[in-house]
C-alpha cells in the first residue's frame, strides 16, 4: 500500500477517535450528574465542616438536577474519610469535603494515601479565620501585651488547640517562631472543650475556627484579641488580626474544599466547581457562611485549587519541620 494511502488512514482514524472522545465528552458534560451525589465529611456531625458542607448540600440541588446527601466519616483528623474517597469509583458521584488537614497530614503521618496523586481538587469553598482569644481575667488587652507576657514567662504559659496537628495546633507554633516565645501546647479533643477551658481559665490563650467563639467574645465570656487572617473577618470588622496588632506577616487560616477521587472525569470537575461557584455567590448563602464564621470564597478553577492546596502543604511542611512537630 503506497505511503500516502498509509498516512491518510492514520490521519483519518485518529481524527475519528478524537471527534468520538469530545463527544462522548459532551454527553458526559449534559448528562452528568444522572444520579444522587455523596459528599463525605472528616468530622462528626454539629461541627463548623459539617454546618457548611449541610449547607452546600441543600444549595447545590437546584444547579445540579440531583440530591447531593451529606455523610460523616470523622476519625484521625480526616484521614478515615480521605482514605474512603479515595477508594471509591472516580465518577464524579463520590465527593470529599475536606479541610486544611488534607494539606497538613501529609507532614505529620504516614498516610494510606497520596493528596496530590489521588485526588482531583474541585474547589475551595470557604476561608475560615482562627480567632485569637484568651479568658477575661488574663491581664492582656492586645497581641502585643501577650507577647510581652509570654516573653517575660517563658514555658510558663500555654495554648489550647482542637487536636495535635490541628490549624490551632499549628498558629500557636507559627506564632511562637515568629515572635520567639516559648507557650506550652495542650491538644484537646475537639474545639468545644478547649474554649471551655479557656473560658474556665484553664489555658492562657486559643485560635479555634472563628465561628466556635466569637459569640462567646460578643457576650463578655471571654476575651477576643485578634483574627489570623491578612485581612479583618467579614462577620466581625471591628477586631484587628495579628498582622496588624504586631505581629507582620502573620496570615493563618484553615479552610474547606471540595475534592473528588483522581481519575474523575474533568466534565465533571468543571460542572462541580461552576455549580459550587454559583451558589456561593448567591446572597442569601454568603451571609450565612459568615454568620458561621466563614469567609465564602468559592473563586478558584480547580487547577488554582491544586495550586492552593500544594503552596498551604509546603508552608506547613516547613514549619512542622522548624519546630519538630510530631504527630504522636
Not at 444522587?36 to 452546600?56: C, E, H, N, Q, T
Not at 481538587?121 to 501585651?145: G, H
Not at 501546647?185 to 474556665?200: L, W
Amino acid at each position: 500500500m503506497p505511503v500516502l494511502h498509509v498516512v491518510a488512514r492514520c490521519f483519518l482514524a485518529c481524527s475519528v477517535a478524537v471527534s468520538a472522545a469530545g463527544v462522548a465528552g459532551d454527553a458526559l458534560a449534559q448528562s452528568y450528574p444522572s444520579k444522587p451525589i455523596k459528599m463525605y465529611v472528616g468530622f462528626p456531625p454539629g461541627g463548623g465542616s459539617d454546618a457548611l458542607a449541610r449547607l452546600l448540600g441543600m444549595a447545590l440541588p437546584e444547579k445540579l438536577g440531583q440530591p447531593v446527601l451529606v455523610d460523616n466519616k470523622p476519625g484521625a483528623n480526616t484521614i478515615v474519610a480521605t482514605e474512603y474517597v479515595k477508594g471509591q469509583p472516580a465518577d464524579g458521584y463520590t465527593l470529599l469535603f475536606v479541610s486544611a488537614s488534607f494539606a497538613i497530614n501529609p507532614s505529620l503521618r504516614k498516610l494510606p494515601y497520596d493528596s496530590d496523586k489521588d485526588f482531583s481538587p474541585v474547589i475551595i469553598a470557604a476561608i475560615v479565620p482562627l480567632l485569637l482569644i484568651t479568658p477575661n481575667d488574663v491581664p492582656v488587652k492586645n497581641v502585643k501585651e501577650l507577647v510581652a507576657m509570654a516573653k517575660a514567662q517563658p514555658g510558663k504559659l500555654n495554648y489550647a488547640s482542637f487536636g495535635i496537628g490541628s490549624a490551632a495546633h499549628l498558629a500557636g507554633e507559627m506564632m511562637a517562631s515568629m515572635t520567639g516565645t516559648d507557650m506550652v501546647h495542650v491538644p484537646y479533643k475537639g474545639s468545644a472543650p478547649a474554649v471551655a477551658d479557656v473560658m474556665a481559665g484553664r489555658v492562657t490563650m486559643m485560635m479555634p475556627g472563628i465561628g466556635s467563639a466569637i459569640n462567646l467574645a460578643k457576650e463578655g465570656k471571654l476575651r477576643a484579641l485578634a483574627v489570623t487572617t491578612a485581612k479583618r473577618a467579614t462577620g466581625a470588622p471591628d477586631i484587628p488580626t495579628v498582622a496588624e496588632s504586631g505581629i507582620p506577616g502573620f496570615d493563618v487560616a484553615t479552610w474547606e474544599s471540595i475534592q473528588a477521587p483522581a481519575g474523575t472525569p474533568p466534565e465533571a470537575i468543571a460542572k462541580l466547581n461552576a455549580a459550587i461557584r454559583d451558589v456561593v455567590a448567591g446572597k442569601e448563602l454568603r451571609q450565612k457562611m459568615i454568620n458561621l464564621g466563614f469567609e465564602p470564597d468559592a473563586t478558584k478553577t480547580p487547577a488554582e485549587t491544586a495550586q492552593f492546596i500544594r503552596s498551604e502543604r509546603q508552608k506547613w511542611a516547613k514549619l512542622v519541620k522548624e519546630r519538630n512537630i510530631k504527630a504522636e
